[in-house]
Every structure is written in structure tokens, then in C-alpha cells.
């Protein structure tokens, strides 16, 4: 989130760039539920680094098969007065479909004006809702990142390993996430991420902030665990300076995602190395539960 120019200019120094926080007391992890169980902190029977090699495999399955499905998304952002009452929002729905000629592509099919006032949606605000708020860590993405085993944990019925996750560099443009995911210790695939996109941005003048998240997913197709909810909420604390005040933003962000339908006949869903396109069949969900 960005403070608007006329703002900045009038009451906030805001920045940019500059210091990039990184470290875990740079955010607050969103709380968790009673749905989160005691963490066995035992060494488990299998390596953490196979672990991570076999679950980093799954997720690249399944963001080949994300790529083939169509869903609709509904994010809203919100900023909230002392008394907790929202005194601005973004708002939009868009579908993410293909075009005739079978390219991936966004329809925004309800977007009414911004009553946003205190701050503004900024690139990176985008970045998070497209691609960074439901996290894929693929066997690509496994590289750019410390990756550290915590633990094992319940999450409602499902049995997960924990790891902490953190880039290990930042390259100008991309977004990290910062913080924590659970993966299904059966199917191997991310179920619950938590923790905060960065870098965030803060240079006076220019800054960037970000909320912490908690996103869910929910077995959708029999196969893979799907993002269907995502929660942000916090204070975002816009520094001041050079005779300007500061001013501490609380924001809300939701995301949900709904209406997955597997696009074409001709696209090929492979799980475990094996093409499951015609015979996949849709059961009963299992979804660690939503905090709301």
C-alpha cells in the first residue's frame, strides 16, 4: 500500500526502495485458530531435505495444472477508522479465463471506484493478490529460498509438516514470501501459508507496505489442494519525517477464490507422473477450516 500523493505531500513523509525488512520482527504473523494443533517438534522419519524435494515436485504439478483451470476471484481492500468501521475500499471481481485463441487472461467483471483515501493500491499491491497471496513454491522457486523444517502439526483433520520459509536474496521486481507454510504430510502439497509478501518498501517518500496473510487451500479436485480463501489484516505504520506527521494504517484484505472448472479437452492434469485428465474425479473436500 502506498500513500496517496496529495497526502504525502500534506501530512505523511512516504518512501520507496530503500530498507528492505526482512528479518521476522518485521511483521506479526496472523493468529492461528483452534483448528491448529500441538506441533510435534520430533525429528521426523524422513529427511526434511526429501521432504522439501518431494513436496517442491508436487507443487510443480500442481501449478501445471492451476495453469489449465479457470476460477473467479474477489478481492477486497479495506482500510478501517479507530472504531474498527471501514471508511474506504478497493474492490473487484475478475474472472481468470482464456481467450479464444487459448491464452491465460484476466476479465474484470466488477471493479467500482475506489473510496480508498489514506492509502492507494500500488504494483506490489497486485503482484500479492495475483500470484503472491496463493504461494505455489515450486521445484523452481526452491533455490531462491531458506527453507527450514519446524515441526509437524494438525490442521483440523489434516496432518502437516511445517517449515518456515524466507528468500535468501531479493531481485528488484519479484516478491517473497515471508513467513510460514503447512504442507499435507500425505498428498505433499501446501495447504495453509502464512506469513508476509516482501520486500516491502521504506524510503521516505515512497513507501510500500504490506499486511500479513493467511491464504487456505481446499482439495478441490480429488488430486490437488486449490487456494479458496486468502485473510490479511494490520496496521501498516507510515513513518514521518522532514515536518511531516506519521500515520498508522489499519488495512484489511480478503480474496476468495471460487468456480475452478479445468479448461479445454485438450489440456493434461498429470499427478504423481501420471496423466489423471480423464479420470480425476471430483469427492468430498477436505479443508482446513477458515479463520475469519
Not at 30 to 52: A, C, N
Not at 127 to 146: K, R
Not at 171 to 176: A, C, D, F, I
Request: a negative charge.
Amino acid at each position: 500500500m502506498r500513500m496517496p500523493m496529495w497526502i504525502a505531500a500534506l501530512a505523511v513523509g512516504v518512501c520507496a526502495l530503500g530498507a528492505l525488512a526482512q528479518d521476522k520482527d518485521s511483521f506479526t504473523p496472523m493468529p492461528l485458530d483452534s483448528g491448529f494443533g500441538r506441533m510435534d517438534i520430533s525429528t521426523p522419519s524422513i529427511p526434511p531435505e526429501q521432504i522439501i524435494k518431494n513436496f517442491a515436485a508436487k507443487e510443480t504439478e500442481f501449478q501445471d495444472a492451476l495453469d489449465h483451470y479457470t476460477y473467479r476471484r474477489v478481492a477486497r481492500v479495506q482500510t478501517l477508522d479507530d472504531d474498527n468501521k471501514v471508511d474506504g475500499e478497493w474492490y473487484e471481481v475478475d474472472d481468470v479465463i482464456f481467450d479464444p485463441s487459448g491464452k491465460r487472461t484476466e476479465k474484470v467483471v466488477f471493479a467500482p471506484a475506489s473510496t480508498l483515501q489514506r492509502v492507494m493500491m500500488s504494483e506490489s499491491d497486485f503482484q500479492d493478490i495475483q500470484h503472491g497471496y496463493p504461494f505455489v513454491l515450486t521445484t523452481a522457486d526452491v533455490p531462491e529460498y531458506n527453507i527450514q523444517y519446524v515441526g509437524r502439526q494438525r490442521v483440523d483433520e489434516v496432518d502437516c509438516f511445517v517449515f518456515d520459509v524466507s528468500p535468501k536474496t531479493i531481485e528488484k521486481g519479484k516478491r517473497y514470501l515471508d513467513g510460514r507454510i503447512w504442507v499435507d504430510a500425505t498428498d505433499l502439497q501446501i495447504v495453509v501459508t502464512n506469513g508476509r509478501m516482501v520486500p516491502d518498501d521504506t524510503r521516505k517518500g515512497h513507501e510500500d507496505l504490506h499486511p500479513p496473510f493467511m491464504t487456505w487451500r481446499q482439495q478441490i479436485d480429488g488430486h490437488y489442494w486449490f487456494p479458496v480463501y486468502t485473510k490479511g489484516e494490520g496496521i501498516l505504520h507510515f513513518s514521518g519525517g522532514n515536518g511531516y506527521m506519521a500515520e498508522d494504517v489499519h488495512i484489511r484484505d480478503t480474496i476468495k477464490y471460487t468456480d475452478y472448472k479445468r479448461f479445454g479437452s485438450t489440456s493434461k492434469i498429470f499427478y504423481a507422473g501420471q496423466d489423471i485428465t480423464n479420470n480425476g474425479q471430483p469427492q468430498n473436500s477436505q479443508q482446513p477450516k477458515q479463520q475469519k
